[in-house]
């Protein structure tokens, strides 16, 4: 099946030791996006991929950075986690980037310690 | 600031009933309007989405109510089962800013069996 694959599912870091989350997507979509969700809170949109292009949103940290190497796989790096970037990390796909679904992956649980 | 705001934080229902959680926007130029379904532990998945053409729109047991003059919409459950029981996150994109979603704060669903 088609999907957007996370992973780790988990991920356990220290603070101040780089991490950096993986995404993968078998449906071939445009855009790839990572949002950051905290408990009971709505997903906060970090930035996103229109294939090569990058989009970062004017709040995210400069501790967040991303890459996307090729139309499957993009990746989130946090620079020197806090405890505050300890969350839900969502990455979504989508064909387009006008008014299309998006497809969420199972997420990355981040624990900083 | 909040782009949709939703409503209410909470709800619990029995089984068989209809519960609704309402949104709102300010945003004119928003043009699809999703409803995403979030089990604990789990990426959010796309439970329906209407665009301003309509004012209604019906997915099996799920209905989106809209109304364009008022800025609302609106999800409504009928004949709730203890499986629709997770977060509900209403959700507004707008074409001029790359369809970046504007999500809603959540609404926890409880259906007692």
């Known amino acids: 099946d088609a999907m957007v694959i996370q992973n780790p599912r988990y991920q356990v870091t220290q603070f101040g030791k780089p991490v950096t989350l993986s995404c993968s997507q078998t449906l071939n979509h445009n855009v790839m996006y990572w949002y950051q969700q905290k408990s009971s809170q709505a997903p906060k949109l970090l930035f996103h991929y229109y294939d090569k292009d990058f989009n970062n949103e004017a709040d995210t940290p400069d501790n967040f950075q991303s890459r996307r190497p090729n139309t499957s796989f993009c990746f989130l790096d946090i620079r020197s986690p806090g405890l505050g970037d300890a969350a839900m990390y969502l990455c979504?796909?989508?064909?387009?980037?006008?008014?299309?679904?998006?497809?969420f992956g199972p997420g990355t649980r981040l624990t900083v310690l | 600031q909040q782009q949709v705001k939703q409503s209410p934080q909470s709800l619990i229902v029995q089984k068989g009933g209809i519960p609704i959680i309402n949104c709102a926007y300010e945003n004119t130029a928003f043009d699809y309007f999703p409803w995403y379904q979030q089990f604990p532990g789990k990426g959010p998945a796309l439970l329906i989405a209407i665009r301003p053409d309509v004012s209604e729109k019906k997915e099996g047991r799920f209905t989106i109510s809209f109304n364009k003059s008022a800025k609302q919409f609106s999800l409504h459950i009928m004949d709730s089962q203890p499986g629709d029981s997770a977060t509900y996150f209403c959700?507004?994109?707008?074409?001029?800013?790359?369809?970046?979603?504007?999500f809603g704060t959540g609404t926890s669903l409880t259906v007692i069996p």
């Open positions: 979504a796909t989508s064909r387009a980037p006008r008014g299309d679904e998006q497809f």
């Open positions: 959700a507004a994109s707008n074409p001029n800013t790359g369809n970046q979603f504007y």
